[in-house]
C-alpha cells in the first residue's frame, strides 16, 4: 500500500461526458503527479501540482483540467470524452517539487468511455 | 516521438538465471534515471535509480547500468524469483522541464 489512494477504481461512461477523478496523496507529500497509460503506451505524464500550484505540465489535452485543493487532494476532470480517453488514469505523490524524487502511485482508475 | 525506448514488450527468464531489462533514450539532458515496477491491478511501485554521475548503482538482487555514450540503461536481476514477475518501466528525468518520460514498459515473466 502506497499511502496514495484514488477513487473511483473503474468508471464507465458515454462519449461526450464529463468525469471527476479524485486523488489523495500520502501524508505529508506536497507534490501530485496525474498520468494516464492508455494501451500499449507508457505512462504519459499529463500535469503536476505542488502545493496547490501548478509546477509542471505535460500532455494534457485541453478538455482536460486538474487542481490541487487545500488539504492537498487533487482531481483531474476530463470532459467531453472521446472513446480514445479510455486508460488508466494514475496519480502519484512526492514529498517536495522535484519530479527526480521518488514518486508512489495510487492504484489507478480504469475509465472506460462507451 | 519516443524520448524512452523499451523495445522489448516481454521477456521471459528461469528462476534462479538472470534477468536483463534494457532501455535507450534520445535526450542529453537527462541526467537521472529510475525503474518502476508494476504488479497487475496496482500502481508502479520503485524499484531502482541511477543518476548520470554513476555507471553502476546496486541493491540487492538489483543492478542499474548506465552507458552515457550510448544513452542506454539496463536493469540485472540476480538471481530472478518468481515473484519478480511484473511490468517493468523505465524513466528518465528531464532537469530542463522537471518531468518524468516512462518507457512503454517491459513484461517479465520468471518461469519456476
Known amino acids: 500500500d502506497s499511502g496514495v489512494t484514488q477513487t473511483p477504481k473503474h468508471l464507465i461512461t458515454a462519449t461526450g461526458q464529463r468525469v471527476t477523478l479524485r486523488c489523495s496523496p500520502r501524508?505529508?507529500?506536497?507534490?501530485v503527479y496525474w498520468y494516464q497509460q492508455s494501451l500499449d503506451q507508457g505512462l504519459q505524464f499529463l500535469i503536476q501540482?505542488?502545493?496547490?500550484?501548478?509546477?509542471a505540465k505535460g500532455n494534457i489535452l485541453e478538455r482536460f483540467s486538474a487542481q490541487q485543493f487545500p488539504d492537498l487532494h487533487s482531481e483531474l476532470n476530463l470532459s467531453s470524452l472521446e472513446l480514445g480517453d479510455s486508460a488508466l488514469y494514475f496519480c502519484?505523490?512526492?514529498?517536495?517539487?522535484?519530479?527526480?524524487?521518488?514518486?508512489?502511485f495510487g492504484p489507478g482508475t480504469r475509465l472506460l468511455v462507451l | 516521438d519516443q524520448q524512452v525506448k523499451q523495445n522489448s514488450p516481454s521477456l521471459s527468464v528461469q528462476e534462479g538465471r538472470i534477468s536483463i531489462l534494457n532501455c535507450d533514450y534520445t535526450n542529453s539532458m537527462f541526467d537521472y534515471f529510475l525503474w518502476y515496477k508494476k504488479y497487475p491491478a496496482e500502481g508502479p511501485t520503485f524499484l531502482i535509480s541511477?543518476?548520470?554521475?554513476?555507471d553502476k548503482n546496486e541493491d540487492g538482487r538489483f543492478t542499474v547500468f548506465l552507458n552515457k555514450s550510448a544513452k542506454h540503461l539496463s536493469l540485472h536481476i540476480v538471481p530472478s524469483q518468481p515473484g519478480d514477475s511484473a511490468v517493468y518501466f523505465c524513466?528518465?528525468?528531464?532537469?530542463?522541464?522537471?518531468?518524468?518520460?516512462f518507457g512503454t514498459g517491459t513484461l517479465l515473466a520468471v518461469q519456476p
Open positions: 524513466a528518465a528525468y528531464d532537469r530542463a522541464t522537471n518531468k518524468l518520460i
Open positions: 501524508s505529508g507529500d506536497l507534490s
Open positions: 501540482y505542488y502545493n496547490g500550484e501548478e509546477r
Open positions: 541511477i543518476s548520470s554521475i554513476k
Open positions: 502519484a505523490s512526492s514529498v517536495g517539487g522535484g519530479a527526480r524524487e521518488t514518486q508512489y
